[in-house]
């Protein structure tokens, strides 16, 4: 059974910056499609950045040249870094799992809220 925990969220103003973290446990790391996604208050959750486990990277538009996903497979860990951020990202992030061969479920993470002030 994977389980996946989300750290590193915060309030932090405009511009600024933050770091989050998803620790990927329960099963061989490697295999696995990691994305981030965003839920703002009243959206639908949107994928945000995608890391496969070749470490290829794809992100959502809005986010490129400002995030950078990627992954340490020695510590089964997948980071987002959030530069410029904008009040647009504030939302809480969740980190998806999935196999590279689409066999099984999608696994998710409880969330880590990030506010960010104008």
């Known amino acids: 059974q994977v389980q996946l925990v989300e750290s590193g969220g915060g309030l932090v103003q405009a511009g600024g910056s933050l770091r989050l973290s998803c620790r990927f446990s329960?099963?061989?790391?490697?295999?696995?499609?990691i994305n981030w996604y965003q839920q703002a208050p009243g959206k639908q959750r949107e994928v945000v950045a995608t890391?496969?486990?070749?470490?290829?990277?794809t992100y959502a538009d809005s986010r490129k040249g400002r995030f950078t996903i990627s992954r340490d497979n020695s510590k089964s860990t997948v980071y987002l870094q959030m530069n410029t951020l904008k009040p647009e990202d504030s939302g809480v992030y969740y980190c998806?799992?999935?196999?590279?061969?689409?066999?099984?479920?999608?696994?998710w993470g409880q969330g880590t809220q990030v506010t960010v002030s104008s």
């Open positions: 998806n799992a999935y196999h590279l061969s689409r066999h099984g479920p999608d696994y």
């Open positions: 329960g099963t061989p790391f490697a295999m696995y499609v």
């Open positions: 890391v496969t486990p070749g470490s290829s990277t």
